[in-house]
């Protein structure tokens, strides 16, 4: 299962050359370019990095490559919008099932390879290790419209199999978005390992990530946020006390809820690599109820996946019943690194992070909407510290609605303006309604100028 693929990234800067022609030097000596519309370019690549056997690969049917030729990844290269740049943005590992997005620039370039998204259930059986990925028989490339599809299918030797789609369309700078579809199926009874109990039993789709060092930059991801009913709560993972599960018994979450892996700019290891959001969309058949689960395994090896978080199938049997299926939705958004206090993640620090810190105070990580990045100093107590902290950050008083350096009628009247509008702008208490509340706290801030 483990990857070396965190050194690709540099494909990034060459990626222009790939569309002129095919890649030079032997490390590309087993590459095949075999889609290309001006937009996006699809090239099949042999890695030794990938432990799993490469396996053949299809393009609307027909058999890429010499008809003997078996491969590792697809990379995709696609175009920044307003340049001729064509960096590599996405890496579907089809030998795996595992997918690195990377995000997109102005300058036409895309960031580091790092946190990656594994495509498929793994699962644990009485008296076996965790089975994480499955024998991958063939691959399939498809462009559909304006989607490019990568399917991947296998099986979990005679106990089950597996069918996967990654689905994407034309990339925006500053996020990659795509979707997963998968189809599990039992082949045999499977007597799962802590089955009844919904503990890291059965994984459905989750994100394989690195934590060695927080203290010395040395991750892929830094944060965890769980979105239930669109509430987020956002902690720094400690990365002591190792190997362990993240949580005692694993938060419940439903359809629409996400989990996300938050990266800040001072990790020195890959650094701009993506923080990843994955959400789920649909889920039927035998799960029924999902929560989050994850592990912070013992190895500090910068080039081991040692943070795992997944969404885990809490009522899981003891025995599943040969037949039983699950097909599932996820979606995947990559962005690039944020720090506190930007707590809404938009790479700006401005009145809305200060609104955030007004509207989370008294908050600490027992709390279901505690943010870590409101928690200025990281005392586990949003308080009156962290908004005078966020406060000197600013170039203006957050009352301040029209930046002209004074809090006056004219910022009153504008908040009027947005409040009446129902305006993102008047939500200053940032719970996604305009109501009086935010009224009476525009008034506070007013007053406080």
Same mark, same amino acid.
């Given at each position: ?32 370019? $075999? ?25 609307? %049917? ?90 991947? !299918? ?54 394989? *990530? ?24 956002? +902690? ?25 892996? $938050? ?21 039927? %058949? *035998? ?60 790479? +700006? ?29 990281? *005392? ?15 170039? $203006? ?5 029209? *930046? !002209? ?24 208490? !940032? ?8 009224? $009476? ?9």
């Amino acid at each position: 299962m483990a990857l070396t693929l965190r050194e690709r990234s540099f494909h990034a800067a060459i990626g222009g050359a790939f569309l002129a022609g095919a890649p030079a030097g032997s490390v590309f000596a087993q590459a095949v370019r $075999f889609f290309d519309d001006g937009e996006h370019a699809l090239w099949a690549i042999q890695n030794q990095g990938v432990q799993e056997p490469s396996i053949p690969l299809f393009y609307d %049917g027909q058999r890429v490559g010499d008809g003997v030729q078996l491969f590792d990844i697809v990379e995709c290269f696609d175009r920044v919008p307003g340049t001729n740049s064509f960096p590599l943005t996405l890496a579907d590992i089809i030998a795996n099932g595992y997918v690195r997005p990377l995000v997109q620039q102005e300058d036409g370039t895309t960031g580091s390879i790092g946190t990656s998204i594994v495509s498929q259930p793994g699962y644990r059986v009485q008296g076996q290790p965790i089975d994480i990925v499955p024998e991958l028989e063939r691959a399939d490339a498809k462009h559909i419209a304006d989607v490019l599809q990568i399917s991947g !299918s296998g099986r979990y030797g005679a106990q089950a199999t597996v069918s996967s789609t990654r689905s994407s369309r034309d990339q925006e700078i500053g996020q990659t978005r795509f979707t997963i579809d998968f189809e599990w199926r039992a082949d045999q009874p499977l007597d799962l390992a802590n089955g009844s109990e919904g503990f890291d039993a059965f994984r459905l789709c989750w994100l394989s *990530s690195m934590l060695a060092d927080a203290t010395l930059g040395v991750y892929d991801a830094r944060y965890l946020s769980i979105e239930r009913a669109g509430v987020p709560w956002t +902690v720094a993972i400690d990365d002591g006390n190792r190997p362990r599960h993240l949580f005692n018994q694993p938060p419940e979450l439903g359809v629409g809820d996400a989990v996300v892996l $938050f990266k800040d700019t001072l990790g020195t290891w890959n650094p701009g690599s993506p923080t990843i959001e994955l959400r789920l969309l649909s889920l039927e %058949g *035998s799960a029924k109820r999902v929560g989050i689960q994850g592990f912070l395994a013992q190895t500090l090896n910068p080039n081991d996946d040692s943070l795992n978080v997944w969404f885990e199938w809490l009522d899981a049997p003891d025995v599943i019943a040969a037949g039983s299926e699950i097909r599932a939705t996820f979606e995947v958004i990559a962005t690039d690194p944020t720090d506190p206090p930007d707590s809404n993640h938009d790479h +700006v620090i401005d009145r809305k992070d200060a609104w955030l810190v007004l509207a989370l105070q008294g908050r600490t990580p027992l709390n279901n909407d505690y943010d870590i990045y409101a928690d200025v100093d990281a *005392s586990d107590l949003i308080d009156g510290n962290d908004y005078q902290s966020v406060l000197g950050m600013l170039a $203006f008083h957050p009352a301040d609605i029209d *930046s !002209s350096g004074n809090v006056d009628a004219e910022d009153f009247f504008g908040y009027l303006d947005y409040f009446a509008a129902g305006a993102d702008d008047a939500d200053i208490t !940032s719970n996604g309604s305009i109501d009086a509340a935010d009224f $009476f706290a525009y008034l506070d801030l007013f007053a406080t100028r």
